[in-house]
Nanobody, 126 residues
Framework: QVQLVESGGGLVQAGGSLRLSCAAS????????MGWFRQAPGKERVFVTA????????SYLDSVKGRFTISRDNAKNTVYIQMNSLKPEDTAVYYC???????????????????WGQGTQVTVSS
């Protein structure tokens, strides 16, 4: 069984911070690119950030650059997203995902990921 189990979501005031975690099991974690996506009500699921196998490469949605940081701990089979300076427009369900390729033209596409977490709600009050 492959599982991606998320934690850390919640309600935070604008300007605050949250750290989301996604613990993976049932797969060789270091063989997977890990990404975070988010989906607001009535909106499409969109790419937020991704990190390559070793953690040496990262990519971010322009609107979160400088505020969000993705990291991974392969020894713990866990990927994190540290979210600082949160804004109401960051409110969404956040999903972690695992994929096999690191390609700048495709890592932002949900269809390129093989496994998904259950999603965790992040609400930023305005």
């Amino acid at each position: 069984q492959v599982q991606l189990v998320e934690s850390g979501g919640g309600l935070v005031q604008a300007g605050g911070s949250l750290r989301l975690s996604c613990a993976a099991s049932g797969l060789t974690f270091s063989s997977y690119v890990m990404g975070w996506f988010r989906q607001a009500p009535g909106k499409e699921r969109v790419f937020v950030t991704a990190i390559n196998w070793s953690g040496g490469g990262t990519s971010y949605l322009d609107s979160v650059k400088g505020r969000f940081t993705i990291s991974r701990d392969n020894a713990k089979n866990t990927v994190y997203i540290q979210m600082n300076s949160l804004k109401p427009e960051d409110t969404a369900v956040y999903y972690c995902a695992a994929g096999r390729s690191w390609d700048g033209s495709t890592i932002y596409k949900p269809g390129e990921y093989d496994y998904w977490g259950q999603g965790t709600q992040v609400t930023v009050s305005s």
